[in-house]
T-cell receptor, first 115, second 114 residues
Framework: AQTVTQSQPEMSVQEAETVTLSCTYDTSENNYYLFWYKQPPSRQMILVIRQEAYKQQNATENRFSVNFQKAAKSFSLKISDSQLGDTAMYFCATTTPGGGNKLTFGTGTQLKVEL | KAGVTQTPRYLIKTRGQQVTLSCSPISGHRSVSWYQQTPGQGLQFLFEYFSETQRNKGNFPGRFSGRQFSNSRSEMNVSTLELGDSALYLC?????????????FGSGTRLTVV
């Protein structure tokens, strides 16, 4: 069974600064996908970034980038130039390729961006 | 382009009753998945429907069921409600079966069982 661990329940960062959220996972699969989703107070989960495990290159989406260490089963999210709108709960998740696969989520990190 | 629409947004039910939640996916998306979110258990997968067929099911009792219609809209039903069923129920749609390419989520239905 897959497990996802987020060891930081809460974090805060000053506006315009950089913050890194940690995530480790455990899987017996060789091919899988990793995600970061954010959930603002509106409750809607929003896909932030997606990483394919067989690609060594770290995924990047504008101010969001990941540090994917496959051997260490680590998948951290770096947010650069933090903005007030980045305040949200951030969930790390993983799945395995093939049809009908579900997401396994971590417990989340509540990020607060402060002035 | 309309997003994933879940109705109702809030619901209060009494123990023992049943409830039906609705989810309309993004136009063209054929896969609908349901997740339960609680403070204690976090986010847990309920089931996935693709082309009107249940393709995957999580570890929930038989009181939890669902279906998908030919227009890809999905409903989730919970019978004989228990206090522990109080949760945010999130629906997610995707073009292809499974979560590999990422989901688009709705804003959820907040169910309170009293």
């Amino acid at each position: 069974a897959q497990t996802v661990t987020q060891s930081q329940p809460e974090m805060s960062v000053q506006e315009a600064e950089t913050v890194t959220l940690s995530c480790t996972y455990d899987t017996s699969e060789n091919n899988y996908y990793l995600f970061w989703y954010k959930q603002p107070p509106s409750r809607q989960m929003i896909l932030v970034i997606r990483q394919e495990a067989y690609k060594q290159q770290n995924a990047t989406e504008n101010r969001f980038s990941v540090n994917f260490q496959k051997a260490a089963k680590s998948f951290s999210l770096k947010i650069s130039d933090s903005q007030l709108g980045d305040t949200a709960m951030y969930f790390c998740a993983t799945t395995t390729p093939g049809g009908g696969n579900k997401l396994t989520f971590g417990t989340g990190t509540q990020l607060k961006v402060e002035l | 382009k309309a997003g994933v629409t879940q109705t109702p947004r809030y619901l209060i039910k009494t123990r023992g009753q049943q409830v039906t939640l609705s989810c309309s996916p993004i136009s063209g998306h054929r896969s609908v998945s349901w997740y339960q979110q609680t403070p204690g258990q976090g986010l847990q997968f309920l089931f996935e429907y693709f082309s009107e067929t249940q393709r995957n099911k999580g570890n929930f009792p038989g009181r939890f069921s669902g279906r998908q219609f030919s227009n890809s809209r999905s409903e989730m039903n919970v019978s004989t409600l228990e206090l522990g069923d109080s949760a945010l129920y999130l629906c997610a749609s995707s073009l292809a079966q499974g979560a590999d390419y990422g989901y688009t989520f709705g804003s959820g239905t907040r169910l309170t069982v009293v």
